[in-house]
Nanobody, 121 residues
Framework: QVQLVESGGGSVQAGGSLRLSCAASGRFLRLGAVDWYRQAPGKKRELVAQ???????NYADSVKGRFTISRDNVKNTANLQMDSLRPEDTAVYYC???????????????WGQGTQVTVSS
């Protein structure tokens, strides 16, 4: 079983920064892709950033140049550094993690519990 724990949300003023973390624990060989999503009230959940095992990155256009995703393949953690925050970044942020469970290639994918980010103008 794999557990995901998110941390680091909070409230900041526009222009401020926050750093989100997602830590995976349990029985697995390694993490695969790690995605950060967000969901604002009344809106669909949207992909914000993705980092693959090899370090390849993808960002939503709305956060390019402001957010930075990173990972530590030894500690099995992933971070989302959010700078120059805007009120429209206000949402619940979720990590979604793929894990390689075993040498047979079996996988597991799951969501963190979500963490609230609120940016005031």
């Amino acid at each position: 079983q794999v557990q995901l724990v998110e941390s680091g949300g909070g409230s900041v003023q526009a222009g401020g920064s926050l750093r989100l973390s997602c830590a995976a624990s349990g029985r697995f060989l390694r993490l695969g892709a790690v995605d950060w999503y967000r969901q604002a009230p009344g809106k669909k959940r949207e992909l914000v950033a993705q980092i693959l095992y090899d370090g390849s990155l993808n960002y939503a256009d709305s956060v390019k140049g402001r957010f930075t995703i990173s990972r530590d393949n030894v500690k099995n953690t992933a971070n989302l550094q959010m700078d120059s925050l805007r009120p429209e970044d206000t949402a619940v942020y979720y990590c979604n993690v793929d894990t390689i469970l075993d040498l047979d290639g079996s996988t597991w994918s799951g969501w963190g519990q979500g963490t609230q980010v609120t940016v005031s103008s």
